[in-house]
């Protein structure tokens, strides 16, 4: 625990209280009333056990610890370790709401809850003190603030096909291939060359269809292969649904945001990859986002859903100048509300590339009510600039999918088609 | 107090209103049990409510003083003599917790668990020398009976003495 005794002062109530008691003792002397002197008598003995006190032992020292979450709610106790007649505490809830409550010095520990409205990072706690003594006659210094700091992760929308890449690569996987190999279903019936294995010929086509002696004749499966998965995330922008809390930087009443569909988005996407054997990898599209390389498994698979978890929306000064490594063949899901041209040029470099791109609108179904007229021509306005970057899209061959939608029946369609 | 989207958890605990209320409600029961003079009683109580909605301006001790004037107009009497004593330090008291507690806050009661103790031990101290001041002075000279020039030179004395300490201790 900290002292403080260095940094605390005394109100001016001590002040008061030694001049006051002061002035009624003359004013009692002057009109010969004893009543009124020992009106002074109070504030003189109160001063006295203040200045006898000191200003010391009022360091208070605040302390944060997540409890389990539970109810759509993220619960955090707050204790403070003081020696102080009372402390005050100033807790900033979520970002959004600031309390002040007075609790004595070895009290028991505050409970904050917060909803959880939006997926992603967030500090539902922040926490400073300052301790008290005597009425508050002696004022401690503020301490450094604390935070707790929490992840909330998506909700898990379960998707169950997820498009498949132009090419699949390895020899290892769920997906059947177009190369011939093992694993799986018929493929051919062709001539006997140099590496095929002999249990491989099939005796009956051999004599049904051989022409020479000595010509035999294999049966060919095509090859089993995985699939590699890229997911982008544009973290430039986080648009809720209302569309009058835009720049607000009032995420408590702006509804589903688009960053809250992109990480929603992203895991679902993972969680179907790896559900399939297949790789996935993570990148977030700004200078020094997290990159998360291609890989597989249940271990992966966590390491990347808390990678989502923890990505916020990014700097305002941040722009894309980056365009992370992509596995051949892969295929790409890019996450943006494409109100910027950068995430899809990103996705069309991608597609020139020769990889399959699947640009995933995130934007939330928008709430029109309580704008202007100016804000609803602003607002129709960037929604034709975005129908123009979707049908620039389209044009280059790359898919898309507006996640708001029923995502799971618009992805399911889409994977079957093979580009 | 819980709201919608965030709440907190605390032991028993009162709204900064009910400090600032009580304030009002000692300055008005002071001034009206003790001040005999309606116009100063109304003064106290706007001086109190003024102390209670800024409390920097110490309005509360403007409410003293009218209770003062009041009592300055009528005779002495060791009843009202005590109940002065205790509404002058519940004003100060009050007046000091107004300064530093802010407006929408709260205050856990164990908070004021010491407050309370204090004024305990004050009064305890306070209200015996008031009957004695008030018992010794009764049958002397009104002119300047020896009991109040007693205790006023003590008081102003302990100010001194309190005052002389508190430079030592800020040095």
């Known amino acids: ?419 | 107090m819980r709201t919608a989207n965030d709440s907190l958890e605390t032991a028993p605990a009162v709204s900064w209103l009910v400090l600032r209320m009580a304030l009002v409600a000692v300055a008005a029961a002071g001034a009206f049990l003790l001040c005999p003079l309606v116009g100063w009683q109304w003064t106290a109580v706007i001086l109190a409510l003024l102390g209670a909605v800024l409390p920097p301006t110490f309005g509360a001790w403007g409410a003293i003083a009218c209770i003062v004037i009041g009592m300055l107009t009528s005779e002495p009497d060791l009843g009202r003599a005590m109940l002065a004593v205790l509404v002058v330090h519940l004003l100060h008291v009050l007046t000091s917790l107004a300064l530093v507690v802010p407006r929408g806050s709260r205050i856990v009661l164990g908070a004021l668990r010491r407050s309370a103790v204090r004024v305990l031990v004050v009064q305890a101290i306070a209200q015996p020398v008031t009957v004695a001041v008030m018992l010794g002075t009764a049958g002397a000279t009104p002119a300047l009976p020896w009991a109040v020039a007693a205790s006023a030179g003590a008081v102003v004395a302990a100010a001194v003495l309190l005052i002389v300490g508190a430079n030592r201790g800020t040095r």
């Open chain 1, 1 to 419: 625990m900290t002292d403080g005794s260095a940094s605390a002062r005394w109100s001016p109530s001590l002040a008061v209280a030694v001049g006051g008691a002061v002035l009624l003792a003359v004013i009692g002397l002057l009109f010969s009333r004893p009543d009124i002197v020992a009106m002074g008598l109070p504030p003189a003995l109160w001063s006295a056990f203040a200045l006898a006190r000191g200003t010391t032992g009022v360091g208070a020292r605040p302390t944060v610890e997540s409890l389990p979450t539970g109810d759509g709610e993220l619960r955090t106790s707050i204790t403070v370790a003081s020696d102080a007649d009372a402390v005050e505490v100033v807790i900033v809830q979520s970002e959004r709401r600031t309390r002040r409550v007075f609790v004595p010095g070895r009290g028991s520990p505050i409970v904050a809850r917060s909803r959880v409205l939006h997926s992603g990072p967030g500090v539902p706690v922040q926490a400073a003190t300052r301790g008290l003594a005597f009425d508050g006659a002696v004022l401690g210094a503020a301490s450094e603030t604390v935070a707790d700091r929490r992840q909330v992760s998506p909700s898990l929308i379960p998707i169950d096909d997820v498009p498949l890449p132009r090419r699949l690569t390895g020899l290892h996987g769920a997906h059947e291939g177009r190369r011939p190999g093992q694993g799986g279903d018929f493929r051919d019936i062709h001539a006997f060359a140099p590496g095929d294995e002999l249990r491989r010929v099939d005796w009956r086509a051999t004599a049904r269809m051989a022409r020479r002696p000595g010509d035999l004749l294999v049966r060919r499966t095509h090859t089993l292969s995985d699939a590699s998965v890229v997911i982008a995330m544009d973290t430039s922008e986080d648009l809720g649904e209302v569309v009058s809390m835009w720049g607000s930087g009032d995420f408590e009443r702006s509804g589903v945001t688009s960053l809250d569909n992109a990480r929603q988005a992203a895991r679902a996407i993972a969680v179907a990859t790896v559900a399939d054997g297949d790789r996935v990898a993570l990148h977030v599209l700004v200078n020094g986002g997290r990159s998360l390389r291609s890989g597989s498994g249940s271990r992966h698979l966590a390491r990347v859903e808390a990678a989502i978890a923890a990505t916020g929306q990014a700097r305002e000064d941040a722009s894309f100048r980056r365009t992370p490594h992509v596995p051949h063949g892969s295929v790409v899901f890019v996450l943006s509300a494409f109100f910027e041209g950068a995430a899809a040029q990103t996705a069309l470099l991608w597609r020139a590339s020769g990889h399959r791109v699947i640009a995933v609108d995130v934007l939330p179904r928008l709430d029109r009510t309580r704008l202007n007229r100016q804000q609803t021509i602003g607002l129709r306005t960037v929604l034709a600039e975005r129908e123009n970057v979707f049908s620039d899209l389209e044009g280059a061959g790359v898919e898309l999918v507006t996640w708001a939608d029923d995502p799971a029946a618009v992805l399911a369609s889409i994977a079957g088609v093979r580009r």
